[in-house]
């Protein structure tokens, strides 16, 4: 179903476009969704470099990534809930123009306290690339169609992450961290000009639709709602924990393991690659069988994976293999439940689809941030993974499975 374009408010301009594609929304979407993982998985290689360079210390260079988690996480209450008053393009226009200028400063950082500013801002202005997408898939295509289109979303979100370490590896290589953000800035500005071209405006100008009374009732109902909670703490769950390992595995394999800043962005793409095998294994299945059909197999695999990983720390020597083979399978996992806990969460409330699409994205994103503060507190990045990781999975597939139970037997979401 394609929708049918309203009249825009575009930065003060009207600029009404034709119908966007399943297709071409799935790409654009990809890249907006990318741009924050991304903005981790490519920056991870240098971290070592980093310290070395600001002459500052590992737990500093955490909290760089950390920050940007709290930025990327708090910023999703608010770029998507104003973009259901103040519409989908000028919002998500001025958010990337925020990630592009902090990036900007990032570039020039002299030393870890500007960085560190920096990397904030950059999680500000990246979370409009989560809640904006898919709140335009909610606002053109629900059930099947849905799904198929965040699956689509995925795999291109996939296939970032799996190439984006060994591209910061490279950089490192030959331009220094810098080089990092240089490509970093590139997306940035690709994504504007997509957004600016292709994304046509789903929602009209109102904006009584982001008055206090009414967000603090909508976000109620979101609360309140089985409906939204059991899906979106089932995927918080599982990619938060995703989340936090960015801030675990550089200073697992390349401190502890003694990897490289290139072999290890080279092993990524065995986590990326799982990602991306299994969302295509779900792409295969979703023209075949209803997406909630998906979810008993991709919680199952990822359980396992969790249970894998917490034997593998705790029982045996740290190696690649040991600590990969499990992340790998919680990624191959949730590539099949993602698609359907996501669109069953948004289902609810298509007047509020900004508002429900911020408050899913912040979940996951403060689950992530939870995680990387766990881990400090924790302080061996290894014992870290071995608990938060797993405990964090467990608590996301219980509340599948209780969303599951309730409606294995219903319509398609």
Wanted: with cysteine; charged share 10%; glycine share 10%.
């Amino acid at each position: 179903m394609h929708f049918i374009i309203r009249e825009s408010f575009d930065l003060g301009i009207d600029r009404p476009l034709g119908p966007i594609s399943e297709r071409r929304l799935s790409i654009v979407g990809g890249l907006m969704v990318a741009v924050g993982p991304l903005s981790i998985t490519m920056y991870t290689p240098a971290v070592p470099q980093i310290v070395i360079d600001l002459g500052t210390t590992e737990a500093a260079l955490k909290g760089t990534i950390s920050v940007f988690f709290a930025g990327f996480a708090l910023a999703q209450l608010v770029c998507g809930t104003l973009s259901d008053g103040l519409g989908r393009r000028p919002v998500a226009l001025a958010f990337f123009a925020f990630y592009v200028l902090a990036t900007l400063v990032a570039l020039v950082a002299p030393t870890i306290e500007v960085l560190m500013a920096a990397r904030l801002m950059q999680g500000i202005g990246a979370a409009a690339g989560i809640s904006i997408s898919r709140a335009l898939v909610r606002d053109m295509f629900t059930g099947q169609q849905s799904s198929r289109l965040l699956n689509a979303m995925a795999i291109i979100i996939a296939a970032g992450p799996a190439v984006a370490p060994t591209l910061g590896s490279i950089a490192l290589l030959f331009g220094g961290y810098h080089a990092i953000f240089l490509l970093m800035l590139f997306h940035g500005l690709s994504v504007i000009g997509l957004i600016y071209f292709l994304v046509p405006e789903t929602v009209s100008f109102d904006p009584g639709r982001i008055r206090l009374k009414r967000l603090v009732a909508t976000f109620g109902a979101l609360f309140k709602s089985r409906e939204f909670l059991l899906p979106t703490i089932a995927v918080s769950g599982v990619t938060g924990s995703i989340y936090g390992q960015a801030t675990l595995l550089p200073f697992i394999l390349i401190t502890r393991v003694g990897m490289t800043p290139l072999q290890f962005g080279m092993s990524m793409f065995m986590q990326s690659g799982m990602y991306m095998l299994g969302s295509l294994s779900a792409r295969y299945w979703l023209h075949r069988v209803d997406a909630v059909r998906l979810v008993p197999f991709g919680l199952i695999v990822t359980a396992f994976g969790a249970a894998v990983l917490a034997f593998d720390v705790f029982m045996l020597e740290p190696g690649f293999f040991s600590i990969m083979v499990p992340v790998a399978l919680i990624a191959f996992g949730s590539a099949h439940s993602n698609p359907c806990f996501m669109t069953a969460s948004f289902s609810p409330f298509p007047t509020a689809a900004g508002a429900a699409s911020s408050l899913n994205g912040f979940m996951q994103l403060a689950t992530g941030f939870l995680a990387g503060m766990l881990a400090i507190f924790i302080g061996d990045p290894l014992i870290a993974m071995g608990i938060v990781i797993p405990g964090l999975i467990a608590i996301g597939c219980i509340c599948g499975l209780i969303w599951y139970g309730a409606n294995a037997h219903q319509s398609p979401v």
